[in-house]
């Protein structure tokens, strides 16, 4: 088995809880330095950020780098739209799937893939509420006959 050396730097679980994820792309994100530094310390939250497709290029509106301690004037706006990188097929592909009703594309997570930053990005489609009771219900029938199994071992 190979070693990865993938970083984690933020995850979006609230993605996960609003929505089916129906496929994932990973996509590089271009940055300014001070922003890569600040990442490589884990400054990063894409809580409450989405993806948006104009001109058949791709942003990310929302997503939170802190400035690097360091900076000074090098430091960039925190909330700044940042371009995602991707071919233009995937492009494509994209602009056809979100056509659909109820179709978003949400980032899943950030980290560092060698020396380079990747954001995983999937295509979404909006769960209801009663979706969301679903998944909660099967989440406490999983932890309750996790628990039973580990009584029953002891």
Do not use: W
């Given at each position: 088995?190979?070693?990865s050396?993938?970083?984690?730097?933020?995850?979006n679980?609230?993605a996960?809880?609003?929505?089916f994820?129906?496929?994932?792309?990973?996509?590089g994100?271009?940055?300014?330095?001070?922003?890569?530094?600040?990442?490589?310390?884990?400054?990063?939250?894409?809580?409450e950020?989405?993806?948006?497709?104009?001109?058949?290029?791709?942003?990310?509106?929302?997503?939170?780098?802190?400035p690097?301690?360091?900076?000074?004037?090098?430091?960039?706006?925190?909330?700044?739209?940042?371009?995602?990188?991707?071919?233009?097929?995937?492009?494509?592909?994209?602009?056809?799937?979100?056509?659909?009703?109820?179709?978003?594309?949400?980032?899943l997570?950030v980290?560092?893939?060698?020396?380079?930053?990747?954001?995983?990005?999937g295509?979404?489609?909006g769960k209801?509420?009663?979706?969301?009771?679903?998944?909660?219900a099967?989440?406490?029938?999983?932890?309750?006959?996790?628990r039973?199994?580990?009584?029953k071992?002891?």
């Amino acid at each position: 088995m190979a070693k990865s050396n993938d970083k984690m730097v933020a995850n979006n679980k609230k993605a996960y809880h609003d929505y089916f994820i129906l496929d994932k792309i990973e996509t590089g994100i271009a940055l300014h330095g001070t922003e890569v530094k600040s990442l490589r310390m884990g400054k990063c939250s894409i809580k409450e950020s989405f993806i948006r497709i104009e001109n058949g290029e791709v942003f990310i509106y929302s997503m939170h780098i802190s400035p690097y301690e360091k900076g000074n004037i090098f430091n960039k706006d925190p909330l700044r739209v940042r371009k995602l990188l991707l071919h233009k097929s995937e492009i494509n592909k994209l602009i056809g799937k979100t056509k659909e009703k109820g179709m978003a594309i949400v980032p899943l997570k950030v980290y560092f893939k060698g020396s380079l930053v990747k954001v995983e990005i999937g295509l979404a489609k909006g769960k209801k509420l009663y979706d969301k009771r679903q998944d909660i219900a099967k989440k406490d029938q999983r932890r309750e006959a996790e628990r039973d199994f580990k009584m029953k071992l002891r």
